[in-house]
């Protein structure tokens, strides 16, 4: 397998990130100089072993998921676990339905623990975890299959956000067809991907 990816894009202001399936862009905007630096240093320096960790317990994380199933020791596994549990009494559901919101989680986790910018997010496919400072906000744009514009929604650090999942039958994932288009804001982004996966039909 390919070993991790790390590239700047653009100016220098985003992350390119990739390992094989995971594909992230990460963008910062910094506080004070040099923290944009040392965030994007924090998550190139966290994802190298993202992808190798989740991969060695691979068979237990496509189990099927129940009150009781203990929590593994990798990180990125635990978030997943713990965002997939309230689900699995009424659906069909393992911890993989998790795994790209809890991996841009996992990556915001270390840039914060290094740094704390005025804005961050980590975007995975359309699973995004953001990052806000006190006065700071983040908007995101919605659109159709065929680029009609949904809206935007737009919220602050105050109001409990922290994810947001967006997918539908022109995404990354099998749809059941039930929705063509789905976005969820949650406090995580692995919280958020479980929801829309789960009231879109994917499971």
Do not use: W
Request: net charge negative; proline share 5%.
């Amino acid at each position: 397998m390919q070993r991790p990816i790390s590239a700047l894009l653009g100016t220098g202001d985003r992350l390119h990130l990739n390992h094989g399936p995971i594909d992230l862009i990460v963008g910062a905007e910094e506080a004070a100089p040099g923290d944009r630096f040392r965030a994007f240093e924090a998550a190139s320096d966290r994802f190298q072993t993202i992808l190798d960790g989740l991969v060695q317990d691979l068979d237990r994380h496509r189990t099927q998921l129940s009150p009781g199933t203990p929590d593994p020791s990798n990180a990125v596994a635990r978030r997943m676990y713990s965002a997939a549990r309230p689900h699995c009494t009424s659906a069909f559901v393992t911890p993989m339905i998790a795994v790209a919101g809890a991996v841009a989680d996992e990556v915001l986790a270390a840039i914060c623990s290094a740094v704390r910018p005025r804005r961050v997010y980590v975007n995975n496919g359309g699973d995004i975890a953001v990052h806000l400072a006190p006065g700071e906000s983040y908007s995101v744009a919605m659109s159709g299959t065929e680029g009609t514009d949904l809206g935007t929604l737009r919220f602050g650090p105050d109001d409990g956000i922290r994810g947001i999942a967006t997918s539908g039958t022109g995404g990354r994932s099998h749809s059941f067809g039930i929705a063509d288009s789905e976005t969820v804001l949650a406090a995580t982004a692995a919280a958020a991907d479980v929801a829309y996966l789960e009231k879109a039909g994917f499971v």
